[in-house]
């Protein structure tokens, strides 16, 4: 993306208020006449003083002075209400990043630290404002003032126009040849503090493993390493951008000097007065000065550009999973779920499921079990549509989740995942999340049942207690009772859970169990679990391996039929109830 380009499309950003973008530009204008009108006005008011016409004086002096109220007014009036206009599109923007982010599929923030995106999104909307600010500010009216002035001084007087023109050839060369060559450095440097600010969120995100294995000198000597990487690929560049302003400022400096002495020869020769040199160094010094604003203009934009790129690069993602044009609603749901030949992979030549084939009646209560990495999160992760399946299909009542609106789609659906995912708010807030209106009859109802509510009104604000970061001030298994009690919040007809027990001790999870045995009821239920006395339960046991299907029964019937739900089973993998899994062939075979 060209830097034009790029500059073309933050202006963009402001077409929902165009009218008052307009507005300014008009007014910028108005500014831009100004600026050459008063060096015009200056000359003459020299020219009068300087005749027997010296009565024309104050009312030249008038004139000037009631132009450059005007100025002041119009330049009062664009900066009130640019001002208004920047910060309001910058929280456009961050809202509109925020959204857009929250779309993208889940790979996309797997190679995307969380850091990052945070730096991508503040960096970015920071110089938005800025340039849009600067735009009414001063670009505009630079721009217009040069476009004005140039022509003005070449039908003020030809040959001293020359030398303006010559000034900004040079201005011109000086600044493309600058960011020629300093243009990569400067990426690498945006990249580098993009790395700084993911580390940092790392640290910080892991701060119980890093003062547990003494990390901390360790991190921060890692921390100053890319700093020292930063500061040397930075100077190289700030060297570049220093010697462009020492060769603008020394063009500039010469220019006014050759101005002053072609309009003393030509005075001397009695080709201009003194008017037309005092207007013609006014307008040279005021053009001049804009150019240097430009130049200076260059620069930031130059500093921006990277960061600018990456926000717009992260707008331009096309989320993996979409509505269809034609979604519709998933209205009355019962539950009867099917996969057909449902395939899906990561990018990786093997296939995370593949030929994945079976049908939910509504209300079943299906587990789901197999050796690690045998794709049972992933395949239910297809459920509620965090990926699309690349190949077959996934139905809800008949259904193909593809003609479903997304959001439609996962109302329907309440997930208990391994890790909790509590937010930097109160219990309460977290709670919240699954129904904003829930009242607290319903709440307490839910938290009862999670066997949360009695840990949760001994804390010492109760429900308005701040959880921290990812759950970090609640143990393993109150975060997931949070969790469980907000899944049976929501209450959705297609209940998903993964390991939802995992952290529980065994009396606890038996009383959730019952919970879970009352919630299932009359809904359809998936769950992922390592604990005999889930699985056993299920109307259906799906076994997968590598990504396949290749058994499904009754927990019995898979017992009795040796394959490798009997063999998992046999080898503790069902932890919990190890010794009755370890005699379960036998009774199954006195059976």
């Known amino acids: 993306m060209s830097v034009l380009r790029l500059y073309g499309r933050v202006l963009g950003l402001l077409a929902p208020e165009w009218r008052l973008a307009m507005l300014l530009a008009l007014a910028n204008l108005g500014l831009a006449g100004v600026y050459f009108l008063e060096p015009m006005l200056f000359g003459r008011v020299v020219d009068a003083l300087g005749k027997d016409g010296a009565h024309d004086a104050p009312r030249l002096i008038a004139l000037w002075a009631g132009i450059g109220l005007a100025g002041v007014v119009a330049g009062v009036w664009v900066s009130l209400h640019a001002d208004r206009l920047a910060h309001r599109r910058r929280l456009a923007a961050i809202a509109a990043f925020f959204e857009h982010a929250a ?98 969120g790392d640290v910080f995100g892991n701060i119980s493993v890093v003062q547990s294995f003494t990390r901390i000198g360790e991190e921060t000597r890692s921390l100053r390493a890319l700093m020292q990487r930063v500061l040397s690929a930075q100077y190289p560049v700030l060297n570049g951008w220093a010697i462009l302003s020492v060769l603008n400022r020394t063009a500039s400096t010469l220019t006014v000097v050759a101005i002053f002495a072609l309009g003393a020869h030509l005075h001397g020769r009695g080709e201009a007065s003194v008017g037309d040199i005092v207007s013609f160094v006014g307008f040279s010094l005021m053009l001049i000065g804009r150019l240097e604003q430009f130049a200076g203009f260059v620069s930031n934009l130059f500093f921006q550009t990277h960061s600018l790129r990456d926000f717009f690069a992260v707008l331009d993602e096309v989320p993996a999973v979409t509505d269809a044009d034609d979604a519709i609603d998933l209205a009355t749901v019962r539950g009867e779920v099917a996969f057909e030949d449902v395939g899906f992979g990561y990018g990786s030549a093997v296939p995370a499921v593949s030929g994945l084939s079976f049908h939910v009646p509504a209300g079943s209560t299906i587990a789901l079990v197999g050796p690690t990495g045998a794709g049972k999160t992933t395949a239910l992760s297809l459920l509620y549509r965090a990926y699309d399946p690349q190949h077959g299909r996934i139905t809800i009542d008949g259904h193909d989740l593809r003609t479903l609106r997304l959001e439609s789609l996962r109302r329907a659906i309440a997930v208990v995942f391994q890790e909790p995912g509590l937010f930097y708010r109160s219990i309460l807030e977290n709670l919240r999340i699954a129904d904003p209106e829930a009242g607290p009859a319903a709440i307490e109802a839910a938290m009862r049942a999670a066997e949360a509510h009695e840990f949760v009104l001994a804390k010492p604000d109760g429900y308005e207690t701040l959880v921290a970061e990812r759950g970090r001030s609640l143990s393993g298994g109150e975060r997931q009772r949070l969790s469980i009690a907000r899944a049976m919040l929501k209450d959705a007809p297609i209940l998903i859970l993964d390991e939802a027990t995992s952290a529980l001790d065994n009396a606890t999870e038996a009383r959730i169990q019952r919970a879970f045995a009352t919630l299932a009821k009359g809904r359809t239920t998936f769950v992922i679990a390592h604990r005999l006395s889930t699985v056993r339960n299920a109307d259906r046991i799906l076994v997968l391996d590598r990504g396949r299907l290749v058994e499904q029964g009754r927990y019995e019937e898979l017992i009795a039929a040796g394959g490798l739900f009997a063999g998992l089973a046999s080898q503790g993998q069902f932890a919990a109830d190890a010794e009755e899994a370890t005699a379960a062939p036998a009774l199954a075979s006195a059976a």
């Open 103 to 200: 779309t993208l599929p889940l790979a996309f923030h797997g190679e995307n630290h969380t850091g990052r995106l945070g730096r991508i999104m503040n960096a970015g909307v920071g110089n938005l404002f800025g340039l849009w600010l600067g735009f009414f500010r001063e670009h505009l009216a630079t721009l217009l003032a040069i476009l004005v002035m140039v022509p003005l001084a070449v039908w003020m007087n030809g040959r001293l126009a020359v030398l303006m023109v010559a000034l900004m050839i040079c201005f011109t060369v000086f600044n493309a040849v600058t960011v020629r060559r300093t243009h990569r450095a400067q990426g690498e440097v945006e990249r580098l503090h993009q790395e700084i600010a993911a580390r940092a």
